[in-house]
């Protein structure tokens, strides 16, 4: 039995169905998907309707992302968060035009069981953004920490290759579990449309939401599945993702 574990989606749809199929799923193999499942591409709320399907067809688990966090809410509340708007939110309300109330009931129960992390029996730690504790995810803060958390990722690259994981200055944080997965900083911010690893942390976000690829990981051989760039999934579209990718971009070197 394998277990992949799968990027943040962002609405692609297409990407996904392609992803899965280049990795040969099969009724034996565990997905472990990192959140941010809407928000991107214009099938947010087809992606949440397919994966509630495929639940019920193979072991899934679903961790929680900071956009599944604002569709959530939006879905309880019909109060959409401005700052969802400004991200995704507006395509991700527009996906759901043909959804009935029911279904969007069903969508809402769907988010709500979602994990904030997940802990396997190898002390392996699956987390959308991050955590901040030096005690680990059960002493966590603030929830929020655990799907909008970039420390981790940011403190793991700088530290790869410069200092020896047994010296006293080596953070604890990063002793704390055997492997750490997360999404939520894509790798396209670091020259990279393929997962990236620093020390013992795994970021899977490959920029799906833009110009990036979806990707796979199979945890145990670390053997990587692709989908085509979302972009070309969605011809169409990759405009306003392209600019969304430099605005971002943008911001981050003007803060360097």
């Known amino acids: 039995m394998r277990t992949l574990v799968i990027g ?22 565990r997905l472990i998907f990192m959140g941010d499942y809407v928000d991107g591409w214009s099938e947010s709320a087809q992606v949440i309707q397919y994966l509630m399907v495929l639940s019920h067809l ?25 700052t969802w708007l400004d991200h995704g939110g507006r395509g991700a309300i527009e996906s759901y035009s043909n ?6 009931k069903a969508h809402l129960k769907f988010f709500e069981q979602m ?3 997940y802990l396997d029996g190898q002390n392996r730690l699956f987390v959308h953004g991050g955590f901040t504790s030096e005690e680990g995810v059960k002493e966590e803060p603030s929830e929020s920490n655990f799907y909008f958390d970039r420390t981790l990722w940011e403190m793991a690259l700088h530290l790869d290759k410069k200092i020896d994981e047994n010296s ?27 997962p990236l690893q620093a020390i013992n942390v795994w970021n899977v976000d490959t920029g799906a939401a833009f110009y990036g690829k979806l990707s796979a990981m199979d945890i145990h051989s670390k053997e990587v ?21 430099n605005q971002i971009l943008g911001k981050r070197r003007s803060a360097n």
């Open 99 to 104: 959804f009935s109330e029911g279904e969007k």
């Open 168 to 194: 006293d200055l080596f953070p604890k944080r990063l002793t704390l579990y055997n492997e750490i997965y997360i999404g939520h900083t894509p790798t396209l911010y670091f020259n990279s449309d393929e």
């Open 225 to 245: 599945f692709q989908s085509d760039p979302l972009m070309e999934l969605y011809p169409d579209e990759k405009g306003r993702n392209e600019r969304s990718l």
């Open 58 to 82: 193979k072991e899934c688990i679903f961790i929680k992302g900071n956009h599944d966090v604002w569709c959530e809410k939006w879905l309880r509340t019909n109060k959409p968060d401005k």
């Open 8 to 29: 943040d989606i962002h609405g692609g749809l297409k990407g996904l169905k392609q992803l899965l199929d280049r990795a040969k799923v099969g009724d034996g193999d």
């Open 115 to 117: 994990k904030l992390y």
